[in-house]
């Protein structure tokens, strides 16, 4: 639950080759396979994603790798903080060993953590992006680490990072592209939604992306003079909201959680320029 406070072309050729809605498979397609693995990218890919939504730490020694929970129990054989290892100590645990109901089918099939340079290099065309997630990395470290695998694979022209936490964002190198910060994102949606109003972006540059729930709850604040009051609501995209958005430049918009043929109808009619599916495999019919 969050607060929000009512007051308060290389690149785009890349991540537009496709149909709209862009088909993206949430950490590698975590719904198919184990998340964040070459197993899981893989079969994304074979399901007809079209581009695919990885989760970013970096390792002991600062290599960037793919992994989200802030601990390797969550998912994993080992225990401990992905910071703790190397990146070749997390090439040998196995991410799939929790996957799945009882039987594990996951387990002992090579579904390992891999570095964010071994997946670029795998597959050297398909788009990618990039969710920081690293509990203890510094983000001026974070952010210098990125940006060398990023021009070492020559892919600067095929992934765009996101940060749950604004701090990531604002310390990337410019060279990198990303996405405008969530909380930015956010205020905007709230003041469409709640308040109709549609204030300028923060800043000037353009294209903008933007990424956010589809649906997302949240505690709505209100300032009184002997205090203020608190009461839950919903933001939800819809063509006001759209329209908003795309009304002061080149904006993309990523709508996050649609996992239902309902929302995936939703975002098509809003003509979203991405959905991001926990389950490619029962979204590739409707690309046909």
């Known amino acids: ?18 149909a709209s809605p862009q088909l993206i498979a949430h950490r590698g397609g ?45 998912l994993t054989n080992s225990s401990g903080p992905v910071s703790r290892f190397t990146a070749a100590q997390l090439a040998r645990i196995d991410a799939g060993w929790k996957w799945g109901d009882v039987a594990h089918p996951w387990r002992d099939k090579g579904a390992t953590i891999p570095t964010l340079e ?30 060398a695998v990023l021009e070492k694979t020559q892919s600067l022209g095929r992934v765009r990072v996101y940060s749950t936490e604004d701090r990531y964002i604002s310390a990337l190198p410019a060279a990198v592209p990303r996405f405008v910060t969530r909380s930015e994102t956010r205020t905007r949606l709230a003041n469409v939604s709640l308040s109709h109003q549609c204030p300028p972006p923060a800043a000037a540059e353009q294209p903008r992306w933007y990424g956010l729930e589809l649906n997302r709850k949240v505690e709505v604040v209100e300032k009184f003079t002997l205090g203020e009051g608190v009461s839950p609501a ?14 002061h430049g080149d904006a993309h918009i990523i709508f996050f959680g649609v996992n239902s043929p309902q929302d995936y109808q939703k975002a098509a009619e809003l003509n979203a320029d991405g959905v991001m599916v926990d389950a490619p495999s029962q979204f590739s019919a409707r690309k046909s």
């Open 1 to 18: 639950m969050i607060r929000v406070s009512l007051t308060g072309l290389l690149l785009a050729a890349a991540f537009s080759a496709c």
């Open 30 to 74: 975590t719904g198919d396979a184990p998340e964040n693995t070459l197993p899981a990218i893989e079969l994304a890919l074979k399901n007809r994603a079209d581009a695919i939504w990885v989760t970013v730490q970096l390792s002991k020694d600062g290599v960037p790798v793919l992994y989200r929970p802030s601990d390797l129990s969550t």
């Open 118 to 147: 071994a997946v670029l290099q795998k597959w050297p065309q398909t788009p990618f992006y990039l969710d920081i997630k690293s509990p203890d990395a510094a983000p001026d470290e974070m952010g210098k680490r990125l940006l």
């Open 234 to 247: 919903t933001l939800t995209w819809d063509k006001e909201a759209v329209d908003c958005f795309r009304s």
